[in-house]
């Protein structure tokens, strides 16, 4: 990105992939972000630091990324109760519910008319902030009730459903409410952070080399993805080169949490178009692709596997030449699958239209991942960055143009084949050598990315180093903040019965919002 007509200079900042900084003023940010959406960027993550101890005020960081990779844009804030910055919701939507978050846990305001919290569940008093550096995270506070104001729409015939906090199913809590009239859907609000885990505050001050254990409990499904991002930041920033075996070991790491949670959710939406024989053979799937996990590296979802420095497990010659065996007999079974699924008249009844996002609309309000590959954005990391081991794996991107429900279907049944594949060429490849390297001393203040290709899109973590190894600050951030609103306009004019299928066509985390 080139932000040289607005008299602004970038840096070199540490990162997996090419990355910059570019110190903004206040006034200076939304010019900045609409210069970067010109040149076709889009919106990673938005964030902010308190940091009065050191600097003063607050800053706040905006990344973007393009075809050239990633920029940083960072804005000062003084500390001055009116003090605000400006509303980068207005270039790209997506950053509304981020500025609100960031209102709630560190108390900086952005210029956005829409200043209702978002984080804040009246879980602690409204005047403490938990990300400042001055917030006791000791007390239990006693919570209180809020009282949230939901956008209503009003007119003949319109009614209101309220659907959830808490669910049938075993998820976590997220709050729908619809607008309708009859059975169509008019309007769709989501409430969620129902589950506030305080992980970001958990941060600071721990060990680093310790930190990927926490980031890889951010969202369960994606373990490998976020400890990964997080060994990815703390490698940039000591300038530790992993060796190619860990490399590689991460890489099969990946696409086997990939393939687990595509068959997961390709069972899960036959189930929904109320064909229970899909998700009893996908399920079955799935639970031997996590068996073979747990024989091979020691736990079912490969929690702690990756590590700063490398992976903490090796893989052995049977567990290798079990991975091989299993991928040549899922991709077969698989392949059978998708021809019942595109056979079956119903099923596809009910797929076909439902929850479509044009490929305009997921250009506009921010579409990643693996949704966004649905509607024809054409967007992963493993091949636009192609960092080892990716550049030697010549990965190939899946995409579709439909945006409904079967598009995202096909979507996941063409990146189950090629993971499957993937693993057999990483096993065939698997280098020899080491697979850890020790961490080297870090100094305090350096700041460094990780971006990761996880399963339902990019996974980002921005880490800071403290004093004595410590952890400054860590912004783990979910690719479904981008998606989640997505899914309010994906379900527009569809009947609220078709609800549970679109979401689960997206299959967004409630958890990775609930830092």
Not at 106 to 117: L, M, T
Not at 128 to 133: E, K, T
Not at 359 to 368: D, S
Not at 372 to 387: I, K, M, P, Q, T
């Amino acid at each position: 990105m080139d932000f040289s007509r607005l008299g602004l200079s970038a840096a070199t900042l540490a990162s997996a992939v090419p990355a910059v900084r570019v110190p903004v003023g206040s006034g200076q940010l939304v010019p900045a972000c609409r210069v970067a959406k010109e040149q076709g960027a889009h919106l990673v993550a938005l964030w902010a630091s308190d940091e009065r101890d050191r600097a003063g005020g607050t800053l706040v960081r905006v990344a973007l990324q393009d075809a050239s990779g990633l920029a940083v844009l960072e804005v000062a804030v003084p500390d001055l109760p009116d003090a605000r910055y400006g509303d980068v919701s207005a270039i790209f939507p997506a950053a509304g519910r981020m500025q609100r978050a960031a209102f709630d846990l560190v108390g900086v305001a952005s210029e956005a008319d829409d200043q209702r919290p978002w984080a804040w569940m009246a879980s602690w008093p409204i005047d403490r902030y938990p990300l400042r550096r001055d917030f006791e995270a000791s007390p239990k506070w006693e919570p209180g009730q809020e009282d949230y104001e939901f956008v209503r729409v009003e007119g003949d015939g319109v009614h209101e459903i309220p659907v959830g906090p808490v669910h049938a199913g075993i998820i976590e809590p997220g709050h729908f409410r619809f607008q309708i009239v009859g059975e169509k859907v008019l309007r769709l609000e989501e409430r969620l952070c129902y589950t506030h885990k305080g992980i970001e505050k958990r941060f600071e001050s721990m060990p680093l080399v310790e930190g990927s254990r926490l980031a890889g409990r951010v969202s369960g499904d994606s373990t490998v993805a976020y400890a990964w991002a997080y060994s990815q930041a703390l490698e940039a920033i000591a300038g530790l080169a992993v060796p190619p075996r860990a490399l590689w070991l991460r890489a099969l790491a990946l696409e086997r949490e990939r393939i687990a949670n595509h068959l997961g959710d390709l069972g899960y939406l036959g189930n929904d178009g109320g064909f229970a024989f899909g998700l009893a053979q996908f399920s079955r799937l799935k639970e031997e692709v996590v068996r073979t996990n747990l024989a091979a590296f020691g736990h079912r979802f490969m929690m702690d596997l990756v590590v700063p420095g490398g992976v903490a497990r090796d893989l052995d010659r049977d567990h290798a030449a079990a991975m091989v065996d299993e991928a040549k007999r899922v991709a077969a079974e698989a392949e059978t699958l998708r021809g019942i699924y595109d056979e079956h008249d119903g099923l596809q009844d009910r797929f076909r239209t439902c929850g479509r996002v044009a490929p305009e609309l997921a250009e506009r309000l921010g579409l990643v991942g693996m949704a966004a590959r649905a509607s024809g954005l054409a967007r992963d990391l493993r091949c636009d960055f192609a960092a080892a081991p990716w550049d030697a794996l010549a990965v190939r991107k899946a995409g579709a143009t439909g945006g409904d429900v079967a598009a995202r279907v096909a979507v996941r049944f063409d990146e189950l084949a090629e993971s499957l594949r993937l693993v057999r060429s990483i096993v065939d490849h698997l280098p020899d050598g080491d697979f850890l390297a020790p961490v080297p001393d870090v100094p305090p203040h350096r700041l460094g990315l990780g971006c990761v290709e996880g399963w339902r899109g990019p996974v980002l973590v921005a880490l800071e180093a403290g004093p004595g190894g410590t952890i400054r600050r860590c912004h783990p951030h979910d690719p479904s903040w981008a998606n989640w609103p997505v899914l309010e306009h994906a379900v527009i004019g569809n009947i609220v019965p078709d609800f549970p299928l679109i979401n689960k066509s997206f299959n967004l985390s409630y958890s990775g919002q609930d830092l």
